[in-house]
């Protein structure tokens, strides 16, 4: 079955980098555009960046834009965040997600940022 | 950017009642392809979100039949015909037919 496992988040210092990634299993990752969405604590659901299945086209939400990058291995089946210049709000669960057909069929279980001094 | 508006933000039901939640797009929907690239999701306390719906009223696998999608243009309609137990939750609406993507603020639906 489809699995999204995503990894790298914790503590990180404003100003600070951190980069997460999102390991998928059980379908043809190659042919699938993905995204990162977050969530912070208590609020409702972020649309962050999107890449498409072969990595040639990304997009991001205005608010993380010149700070986040949107990448990803297609040979080891990865999805990746790279995320500098951390501001406190972006204080979030980060959950990858797959896009099929343009709706979001699955998701990972989060991986938790606190960008905090 | 377009703008999803939930109401109601906070819905208490009664288990086997109907629920209905309401979501308006500030631009209309529909993609230059046809499609109307609206969903449903339900985020259940501690979990990550999970699809319901798709494109309107597409009820996506494993979905149980209660719940059901409605609507065109800008404005759409989620309805639970009887609500259960494992319904509580917040409900989220989101456009994929522009970028950037958007979701509603969320609709909290309390026994």
């Known amino acids: 079955q489809v699995q999204l496992v995503e990894s790298g988040g914790g503590v990180v210092q404003p100003g600070r980098s951190l980069r997460l990634s999102c390991a998928a299993s059980?379908?043809?990752?190659?042919?699938?555009?993905l995204h990162w969405v977050r969530q912070a604590p208590g609020k409702g659901l972020d649309w962050v960046a999107f890449i498409s299945y072969d990595g040639s086209v990304q997009n991001y939400a205005d608010s993380v834009k010149g700070r986040f990058t949107i990448s990803r291995d297609n040979s080891k089946n990865t999805l990746y965040l790279q995320m500098s210049s951390l501001r406190a709000d972006d204080t979030s669960m980060f959950y990858c997600?797959?896009?099929?057909?343009?709706?979001?069929?699955?998701w990972g279980q989060g991986t938790l940022v606190t960008v905090s001094s | 950017d377009i703008v999803m508006t939930q109401t109601p933000l906070s819905s208490p039901v009664t288990l086997g009642q109907p629920a209905s939640i309401s979501c308006r797009s500030s631009?209309?929907?529909?993609?230059?392809?046809?499609?109307?690239?609206l969903s449903w999701l339900h985020q259940s306390p501690g979990q990550p979100p999970r699809l319901l719906i798709y494109k309107i009223s597409n009820r996506f696998s494993g979905v149980p039949d209660r719940f059901s999608g409605s609507g065109a243009g800008t404005d759409f309609t989620l309805k639970i015909s009887r609500v259960e137990a494992e319904d509580v939750g917040v409900y989220y609406c989101?456009?994929?037919?522009?970028?950037?993507?958007?979701f509603g603020q969320g609709t909290k639906l309390e026994i």
């Open positions: 997600t797959r896009d099929y057909l343009g709706h979001f069929d699955s």
């Open positions: 059980g379908f043809s990752f190659g042919s699938f555009a």
């Open positions: 989101m456009q994929t037919t522009q970028f950037p993507y958007s």
């Open positions: 631009h209309s929907l529909v993609h230059d392809d046809g499609n109307t690239y």
